[in-house]
């Protein structure tokens, strides 16, 4: 059987050393062999396993989704599809909520950024920041919204 050290591994799943450690101290990896000069030792299963994380990552689960689906994988003789589609679907909502935030965020931002004149006039008469104090400005109250 051929292993791979933590650089070989790190580099193949696109993460970093600190990564695979930090993933390692969280019990999202097994802790891997050692070589006889104490250097971790990585199977291609942990290379699958890496890669599911990392693929996780990219569709916005957290570490502690993450493990719940690593779960569900090791077990999935005795568990159902419908069983990760609802964590699918919970993370779904979850993003449609930050979305949602996000927008109104942008709107609010864009509504402080457009009345400021960006100008060299002085900072005292700032829309943004007479905003974020809750002052009035010259065009009226932009944290009204």
């Known amino acids: ?13 696109g993460t970093s050393t600190e990564t695979l450690r930090f993933y390692e101290s969280k019990d999202l990896i097994v802790a891997p ?16 396993r890496v890669e599911f994380i990392v693929k996780s990552k990219c569709l916005g689960f957290s570490l502690k989704e993450i493990e719940e689906l690593l779960s569900l994988r090791v077990e999935r003789e005795s568990k159902t599809c419908g069983e990760v589609k609802n964590l699918a ?40 920041l ?12 932009a944290s009204e919204s």
């Open 1 to 13: 059987m051929s292993y791979l050290r933590i650089g070989e591994l790190a580099q193949r799943t």
């Open 33 to 48: 062999r050692r070589s006889d000069a104490g250097y971790r030792l990585y199977t291609q299963a942990d290379v699958a």
């Open 89 to 128: 679907e919970a993370k779904l909502v979850t993003i449609e909520n930050k979305l949602l935030e996000l927008t109104q965020m942008k709107s609010a931002l864009q509504k402080v950024t457009d009345a400021c004149c960006g100008g060299d006039t002085s900072a005292l008469e700032c829309t943004i």
């Open 130 to 141: 007479n905003s974020l104090d809750g002052l009035p400005d010259k065009l009226g109250s």
